[in-house]
């Protein structure tokens, strides 16, 4: 079965920086797109980049965009967040996820699968 599996998130200093993998098992992911998305208490689960298996296409919230940075290794079967520049507001829980196909990236319930997620928090 499809399995994702978060790590790398921890407590961090505002300014500083975080890398989160995201380890994908289970089928050939070749024509899903790869989300992260982010959470806090009480809202709903937002939207923060997403890239296409392929590595042809990302994408990013503005609220991150210049900042955060999504990659992919094809040979691990990973995908990565790059975080710079962390702010409190950063704060959260992360949660990688993979959609099949060509669809709406940044809407939350085209999403196939979803890992347990991992906490980030940013001290200010």
């Known amino acids: 079965q499809v399995q994702l599996v978060e790590s790398g998130g921890g407590l961090v200093q505002a300014g500083g920086s975080l890398r989160l993998s995201c380890a994908a098992s289970g089928r050939t992911f070749s024509s899903y797109v790869m989300g992260w998305f982010r959470q806090t208490p009480g809202k709903e689960r937002e939207f923060v980049a997403a890239i296409r298996w392929s590595g042809d296409s990302t994408y990013y919230a503005d609220s991150v965009k210049g900042r955060f940075t999504i990659s992919r290794d094809v040979a691990k079967n990973t995908v990565y967040l790059r975080m710079n520049s962390l702010k409190a507001e950063d704060t959260a829980v992360y949660f990688c996820?993979?959609?099949?196909?060509?669809?709406?990236?940044?809407?939350?319930?085209?999403?196939?699968?979803w890992g347990q997620g991992t906490q980030v928090t940013v001290s200010s």
């Open positions: 996820a993979a959609a099949y196909g060509s669809r709406p990236y940044h809407v939350s319930y085209v999403y196939d699968y």
